[in-house]
């Protein structure tokens, strides 16, 4: 992925380069100049689940050794709560003052942990998020690891600074977390936007329409980069029903190329193939189009 729109330091290894998507062409259409901001700062705010010192540490402001996150660390922030262990996911819950935001990020893969989640693709069925929905059964286990406790912590945030906007955030691995995430609190009363960056298949296709009509006007971000094999998986093998939610944000411009507004694309419909899932199969692995 280009800098500027997201640095995906962690990678996700893919179980398969295949996408069944749509027969269905949705029209495109570029994105305004204003929403490929945003895009980038929340791509910055993925990036920074991946360095130590914000998950070791509470009440310092967000920082990277990378230096590849300027937005973010122009502002002022704090973070008020990490999560890491064994058998969980990685991120942080932080404060950005100067635009009134609280960020809940899930980071990548990173750990033999995290990798074996990935590869954890039955579907599980969690009708106590809505009825007929599966879910990845990997992502649903490290959300529900942490649930209990981001929950709470969130309450106290969106309670302690009522003004601010709930943004859930995450590349890979964390996006597919950060979806059935976000997806959850909605039902629980937060009112919040989803930012992913080349997140895989979350679950099934009753939860990728719940997603959909679950959210408010412009609330659900999914970008995906040109052929990044990632967003394609897990593959609808044995019957399994895998699907992503609408709408994608599909950046046509190659890696290393600046991003510009009218190179990201606005694509419509469940499992259309108008963006990444009707790309070209990408073979290779680690993957330029879903890394830095």
Same mark, same amino acid.
């Given at each position: 992925?280009?800098?500027?729109?997201?640095?995906?330091?962690?990678?996700?290894?893919?179980?398969?380069?295949?996408?069944?998507?749509?027969?269905?062409?949705?029209?495109?259409?570029?994105?305004?100049t204003?929403?490929?901001?945003?895009? /980038?700062?929340?791509?910055?705010f &993925?990036?920074? =689940?991946?360095?130590?010192?914000?998950?070791?540490?509470? $009440?310092? %402001? !967000?920082?990277?050794?990378y230096?590849?996150?300027?937005?973010?660390?122009?502002?002022?922030?704090?973070?008020?709560?990490?999560?890491?262990?064994?058998?969980?996911?990685?991120?942080?819950?932080?404060?950005?003052?100067?635009?009134?935001?609280?960020?809940?990020?899930?980071?990548?893969?990173?750990?033999?942990?995290?990798?074996?989640?990935?590869?954890?693709?039955?579907?599980?069925?969690?009708?106590?998020?809505?009825?007929?929905?599966?879910?990845?059964?990997?992502?649903?286990?490290?959300?529900?690891?942490?649930?209990?406790?981001? /929950?709470?912590?969130?309450?106290? &945030?969106?309670? =302690?600074?009522?003004?601010?906007?709930?943004?859930?955030? $995450?590349? %890979? !691995?964390?996006?597919?977390?950060?979806?059935?995430?976000?997806?959850?609190?909605?039902?629980?009363?937060?009112?919040?936007?989803?930012w992913?960056?080349?997140?895989?298949?979350?679950?099934?296709?009753?939860?990728?329409?719940?997603?959909?009509?679950?959210?408010?006007?412009?609330?659900?971000?999914?970008a995906?980069?040109?052929?990044?094999?990632?967003?394609?998986?897990?593959?609808?093998?044995?019957?399994?029903?895998?699907?992503?939610?609408?709408?994608?944000?599909?950046?046509?411009?190659?890696?290393?190329?600046?991003?510009?507004?009218?190179?990201?694309?606005?694509?419509?419909?469940i499992?259309?193939?108008?963006?990444?899932?009707?790309?070209?199969?990408?073979?290779?692995?680690?993957?330029?189009?879903?890394?830095?």
């Open positions: 992925m280009v800098r500027s729109i997201t640095c995906m330091l962690a990678v996700l290894s893919p179980l398969s380069i295949t996408a069944i998507a749509s027969p269905i062409q949705l029209a495109r259409r570029a994105i305004p204003e929403l490929l901001e945003r895009f /980038t700062l929340f791509s910055q &993925a990036s920074l =689940s991946a360095c130590d010192q914000n998950i070791n540490h509470t $009440g310092q %402001s !967000l920082t990277c050794d230096g590849t996150c300027e937005l973010v660390a122009a502002d002022n922030t704090t973070v008020v709560s990490t999560f890491h262990s064994d058998n969980g996911p990685t991120g942080y819950i932080a404060l950005d003052h100067t635009r009134q935001l609280i960020l809940l990020t899930f980071r990548g893969t990173v750990s033999e942990s995290d990798g074996n989640t990935d590869l954890d693709i039955v579907l599980t069925p969690i009708d106590q998020v809505c009825t007929g929905c599966k879910a990845h059964h990997g992502f649903w286990v490290y959300w529900t690891a942490v649930a209990n406790q981001v /929950t709470s912590q969130l309450r106290d &945030a969106t309670s =302690s600074y009522p003004g601010y906007r709930l943004s859930v955030v $995450g590349h %890979s !691995l964390g996006g597919g977390i950060a979806t059935l995430a976000g997806t959850t609190l909605r039902t629980q009363g937060f009112s919040l936007d989803i992913t960056f080349g997140g895989p298949k979350p679950g099934n296709m009753k939860l990728a329409e719940f997603i959909t009509d679950q959210q408010i006007s412009n609330s659900i971000y999914r995906t980069h040109t052929t990044d094999p990632v967003p394609k998986v897990p593959l609808n093998l044995l019957f399994l029903d895998w699907s992503q939610p609408s709408p994608e944000y599909w950046i046509t411009q190659e890696t290393g190329v600046q991003a510009t507004a009218d190179g990201v694309q606005y694509v419509e419909g499992n259309s193939n108008a963006g990444n899932a009707g790309s070209d199969h990408d073979l290779r692995w680690p993957n330029p189009e879903h890394g830095c």
